[in-house]
């Protein structure tokens, strides 16, 4: 993956995942980040149900989104002044995001000298097959994968 160097404010992306926004709706994001290690003007999002380490990661929070499920909501409108998106599932949501900020990379096509390949395998077009890949016998290898 690599990054896509877009930016987009706390609405926007609040409007990608049908979440509701608490605080600077304007924030402007510009990458993704764990709550564990948080960067100004990232989005991360809070996986535990511990309100103390929610406390703790919080307390380390710098200017930043955070994408929250509603039962977490009071314990983390009283730590944190970053702006907040409510969502019902914040992992998933993050998921979401993903691709606004990094997009996919392809290799490109070819089957790699040190793959090995079943005889009866079926290789449609524009595949890439890296190194050391093992294609079992009777597999079906898609077009453009």
Known sequence: MR??????SVHELSAKVQGTVIGDNSLLIEGLCALETPQASHLAFIRTRSA??????????????????????????SETAASVIVVTDPYN????????FFEQTKPPPGIHPSAIIAEDVVIGAAVSIGAHCNVAQGSIIGDNS
Do not use: G, H, R, W
Request: aromatic fraction near 4%.
């Open 93 to 100: 949501a993050f998921l979401d995001l993903l691709p606004l």
């Open 52 to 77: 103390e380490q929610v406390s703790k990661q919080l307390a380390k929070a710098p200017a930043m989104a955070i994408l929250v499920a509603q039962d977490m909501l009071p314990n983390v409108l």
């Open 3 to 8: 990054k896509t160097n877009s930016s987009y």
